[in-house]
């Protein structure tokens, strides 16, 4: 654990190695919605959630800081209790990401992207574009959401941002009565994280820096969240 955590306060941040959830391609037959009962006639889920495996961020918790010992100076007291440790910062580390469940939540920030006459074919002809961002639940400190963020979504910030190319095309085959319309939106997909905390303090001998050491807590909190993809759909007029 000792070298994990050295390993990575010696960068500033962690390889990105990432874990993608693959998805489904689109489903050319009728679909309908379980959650608002629309029938859809394609469907599919365009993002994929690349979190980082072996996350981990610095904090440094106010907290701890007050509580930190006064370096021993005393030259009547024993060698060893002139040894002293100030507390420096935090690790918090990903000690395991997951999803907690695959039902489909609600669609949000629905957009229109194209309509398609039937029997034809048509390209989006404006940039298109839809963004969300994770969904923490509870009251973290900064050091917690930050890590969570990376864990999940693989990005600091924890915003999905999808673009629809302006290349892709669009088509409505024959069967459809007049026209086939198609939209973007977001869903959410929950997931859980457990965050192993590593306190790092400042060993002094007297007012003599020594050492570094690590005190390893283990797992303080299990995070969830609701991570954000990009789905498409279509409808037929």
């Known amino acids: 654990m000792k070298k994990l955590v050295s390993a990575l306060l010696a960068a500033a941040a962690p390889a990105v190695s990432p874990v993608t959830t693959a998805y489904a391609a689109v489903t050319e037959s009728e679909y309908t919605d379980a959650v608002s009962g629309i029938r859809f006639s394609t469907f599919s889920i365009l993002s994929e959630h690349r979190g980082i495996t072996d996350a981990a961020v610095q904090y440094t918790d106010p907290q701890f800081k007050q509580k930190s010992p006064i370096l021993q100076s005393k030259l009547s007291l024993p060698p060893v209790e002139q040894i002293s440790e100030i507390y420096d910062h935090s690790v918090y580390s990903d000690a395991g990401t997951s999803i907690t469940g695959m039902e489909p939540s609600p669609r949000e920030n629905d957009i229109f992207l194209v309509s398609t006459a039937r029997g034809s074919s048509n390209t989006i002809t404006e940039p298109k574009q839809i963004s969300a961002s994770l969904q923490i639940s509870g009251v973290h400190n900064s050091g917690i959401a930050s890590l969570v963020k990376l864990a999940v979504i693989g990005t600091a910030s924890g915003e999905l941002i999808y673009v629809w190319p302006n290349s892709k095309v669009y088509t409505a085959p024959e069967t459809v ?45 299990t995070v969830s969240s609701k991570a954000p993809k990009t789905i498409e759909y279509s409808i037929d007029f």
């Open 177 to 221: 009565p007049f026209h086939r319309d198609y939209y973007g939106a977001v869903q959410y997909v929950p997931y859980s994280t457990q965050v192993r905390q590593t306190d790092i303090y400042k060993q002094y001998y007297k007012s003599i820096y020594i050492r570094e050491v690590q005190h390893d807590r283990g797992i303080v909190e």
